[in-house]
Protein backbone atom coordinates (compact mmCIF):
# COMPACT_ATOMS: atom_id res chain seq x y z
CA UNK A 1 0.00 0.00 0.00
CA UNK A 2 1.53 3.15 -0.98
CA UNK A 3 1.99 4.45 2.85
CA UNK A 4 3.46 8.19 1.52
CA UNK A 5 0.29 8.99 -0.81
CA UNK A 6 -1.83 7.87 2.57
CA UNK A 7 0.23 10.44 4.84
CA UNK A 8 0.18 12.81 2.24
CA UNK A 9 -3.54 12.88 2.20
CA UNK A 10 -4.13 12.82 5.62
CA UNK A 11 -4.82 15.89 7.84
CA UNK A 12 -2.17 17.41 10.42
CA UNK A 13 -2.74 15.34 13.95
CA UNK A 14 -2.13 18.47 15.48
CA UNK A 15 -4.75 20.27 13.53
CA UNK A 16 -7.32 17.71 14.68
CA UNK A 17 -6.31 17.56 18.49
CA UNK A 18 -6.63 21.41 18.58
CA UNK A 19 -10.13 21.42 16.74
CA UNK A 20 -12.42 23.38 18.78
CA UNK A 21 -15.00 20.53 19.28
CA UNK A 22 -12.71 17.51 18.91
CA UNK A 23 -10.67 18.61 22.08
CA UNK A 24 -13.29 17.54 24.13
CA UNK A 25 -12.23 14.16 23.77
CA UNK A 26 -9.27 15.24 25.61
CA UNK A 27 -6.47 12.41 25.93
CA UNK A 28 -8.12 10.00 23.62
CA UNK A 29 -7.27 11.49 21.51
CA UNK A 30 -3.60 11.90 21.94
CA UNK A 31 -3.38 7.95 21.59
CA UNK A 32 -0.65 7.50 18.79
CA UNK A 33 -2.42 4.14 17.51
CA UNK A 34 -5.35 6.46 16.17
CA UNK A 35 -2.45 8.40 13.96
CA UNK A 36 -0.05 5.67 13.31
CA UNK A 37 -0.20 4.29 9.74
CA UNK A 38 1.07 0.77 9.56
CA UNK A 39 -0.37 -2.51 7.82
CA UNK A 40 -3.05 -3.20 10.62
CA UNK A 41 -4.15 0.47 11.77
CA UNK A 42 -4.77 0.84 8.25
CA UNK A 43 -7.10 -1.97 7.36
CA UNK A 44 -8.99 -1.82 10.55
CA UNK A 45 -9.65 1.94 9.63
CA UNK A 46 -11.07 0.54 6.46
CA UNK A 47 -13.08 -2.14 8.20
CA UNK A 48 -14.58 0.98 10.84
CA UNK A 49 -14.87 3.54 7.71
CA UNK A 50 -16.42 0.96 5.49
CA UNK A 51 -18.93 -0.50 7.98
CA UNK A 52 -20.01 2.99 9.24
CA UNK A 53 -20.79 4.14 5.81
CA UNK A 54 -23.72 1.62 5.48
CA UNK A 55 -25.30 3.22 8.24
CA UNK A 56 -28.43 4.76 7.39
CA UNK A 57 -27.94 7.50 10.27
CA UNK A 58 -26.69 10.79 10.25
CA UNK A 59 -23.57 12.09 11.57
CA UNK A 60 -21.79 8.57 10.19
CA UNK A 61 -18.70 10.23 11.16
CA UNK A 62 -18.31 10.67 14.42
CA UNK A 63 -19.63 6.81 14.46
CA UNK A 64 -17.09 6.16 12.51
CA UNK A 65 -14.23 8.20 14.80
CA UNK A 66 -15.38 6.73 17.86
CA UNK A 67 -15.13 3.33 16.25
CA UNK A 68 -11.91 3.91 15.47
CA UNK A 69 -10.91 5.22 19.11
CA UNK A 70 -12.85 1.93 20.21
CA UNK A 71 -10.23 -0.61 18.41
CA UNK A 72 -7.78 1.74 18.26
CA UNK A 73 -7.15 2.07 14.19
CA UNK A 74 -6.29 5.09 12.42
CA UNK A 75 -8.41 7.40 12.97
CA UNK A 76 -8.64 9.81 9.76
CA UNK A 77 -8.65 7.20 7.20
CA UNK A 78 -12.20 5.65 8.82
CA UNK A 79 -13.75 8.84 9.02
CA UNK A 80 -12.20 9.47 5.26
CA UNK A 81 -13.76 6.49 4.43
CA UNK A 82 -17.72 7.19 5.39
CA UNK A 83 -17.62 9.63 2.71
CA UNK A 84 -18.11 6.49 0.50
CA UNK A 85 -21.64 7.61 1.17
CA UNK A 86 -22.45 10.73 -0.45
CA UNK A 87 -26.27 12.61 -1.66
CA UNK A 88 -25.56 10.65 -5.20
CA UNK A 89 -24.45 7.28 -4.19
CA UNK A 90 -26.68 6.82 -1.24
CA UNK A 91 -29.67 6.21 -2.76
CA UNK A 92 -28.60 3.34 -5.31
CA UNK A 93 -26.92 1.76 -2.77
CA UNK A 94 -29.77 1.91 0.19
CA UNK A 95 -31.98 0.16 -2.51
CA UNK A 96 -29.62 -2.43 -2.92
CA UNK A 97 -29.44 -2.58 0.87
CA UNK A 98 -33.09 -2.54 1.11
CA UNK A 99 -33.31 -5.26 -1.94
CA UNK A 100 -30.95 -7.72 0.02
CA UNK A 101 -32.55 -7.21 2.65
CA UNK A 102 -35.83 -8.46 1.07
CA UNK A 103 -34.57 -11.11 -0.40
CA UNK A 104 -32.95 -12.83 2.57
CA UNK A 105 -35.76 -12.24 4.50
CA UNK A 106 -38.02 -13.66 1.73
CA UNK A 107 -40.69 -10.68 1.17
CA UNK A 108 -41.68 -9.43 -1.69
CA UNK A 109 -40.45 -5.46 -2.43
CA UNK A 110 -43.19 -2.99 -1.82
CA UNK A 111 -42.85 -0.05 -4.30
CA UNK A 112 -44.81 2.53 -2.61
CA UNK A 113 -45.26 6.51 -4.22
CA UNK A 114 -43.46 8.80 -2.23
CA UNK A 115 -44.76 11.47 -0.29
CA UNK A 116 -43.40 14.15 1.97
CA UNK A 117 -44.87 13.15 5.27
CA UNK A 118 -44.17 11.87 8.39
CA UNK A 119 -47.41 9.73 8.27
CA UNK A 120 -45.82 7.99 4.47
CA UNK A 121 -42.63 7.73 6.46
CA UNK A 122 -43.73 6.10 9.45
CA UNK A 123 -45.96 3.37 7.49
CA UNK A 124 -42.73 2.73 4.80
CA UNK A 125 -40.69 2.38 7.58
CA UNK A 126 -42.68 -0.41 9.36
CA UNK A 127 -42.94 -2.38 6.04
CA UNK A 128 -39.52 -1.58 4.30
CA UNK A 129 -37.44 -0.84 7.28
CA UNK A 130 -36.38 -4.75 8.83
CA UNK A 131 -34.92 -5.38 5.03
CA UNK A 132 -33.90 -2.37 4.96
CA UNK A 133 -31.55 -2.17 7.79
CA UNK A 134 -30.98 -5.78 7.53
CA UNK A 135 -29.76 -5.29 3.84
CA UNK A 136 -27.63 -2.37 6.26
CA UNK A 137 -25.95 -4.85 8.25
CA UNK A 138 -25.18 -7.10 5.98
CA UNK A 139 -23.61 -5.13 3.33
CA UNK A 140 -21.94 -3.12 6.52
CA UNK A 141 -20.39 -6.25 7.67
CA UNK A 142 -19.59 -7.90 4.09
CA UNK A 143 -17.73 -4.24 3.05
CA UNK A 144 -15.81 -4.17 6.45
CA UNK A 145 -14.15 -7.79 5.80
CA UNK A 146 -13.36 -7.42 2.26
CA UNK A 147 -11.51 -3.82 2.64
CA UNK A 148 -9.84 -5.50 5.50
CA UNK A 149 -8.48 -8.59 3.93
CA UNK A 150 -7.91 -6.39 0.82
CA UNK A 151 -6.01 -3.79 2.71
CA UNK A 152 -4.46 -6.01 4.72
CA UNK A 153 -3.06 -8.11 1.51
CA UNK A 154 -2.00 -5.35 -0.35
CA UNK A 155 0.14 -4.10 2.15
CA UNK A 156 1.62 -7.15 2.43
CA UNK A 157 2.37 -7.54 -1.49
CA UNK A 158 3.70 -3.80 -1.41
CA UNK A 159 6.04 -5.08 1.29
CA UNK A 160 7.12 -8.20 -0.30
CA UNK A 161 7.43 -6.43 -3.54
CA UNK A 162 9.99 -4.11 -1.83
CA UNK A 163 11.72 -6.37 -0.53
CA UNK A 164 12.34 -8.75 -3.72
CA UNK A 165 13.13 -4.89 -5.36
CA UNK A 166 15.88 -4.50 -2.41
CA UNK A 167 17.32 -8.22 -3.30
CA UNK A 168 17.98 -7.80 -7.05
CA UNK A 169 19.36 -4.57 -6.75
CA UNK A 170 22.06 -5.73 -4.09
Not at 23 to 29: E, P, T, V, Y
Not at 47 to 62: D, E, R, S
Not at 105 to 118: I, T
Request: glycine share 8%; with cysteine; aromatic share 12%.
Amino acid sequence: MPKKTLKRLMPDPGTIKNHKYLSRLGSRLHDTNLWHLNRHSAAGAFAVGLFCAWLPIPFQMVVSALGAMLFRVNLPLSVVLVWFTNPLTMPPMFYFAYRLGSFLLGKPHHYEHFEVSLSWLAGAMSTAGPPFLLGCLVLGLVSAATGFMTIHGLWRWSISRQWKHRRRSR
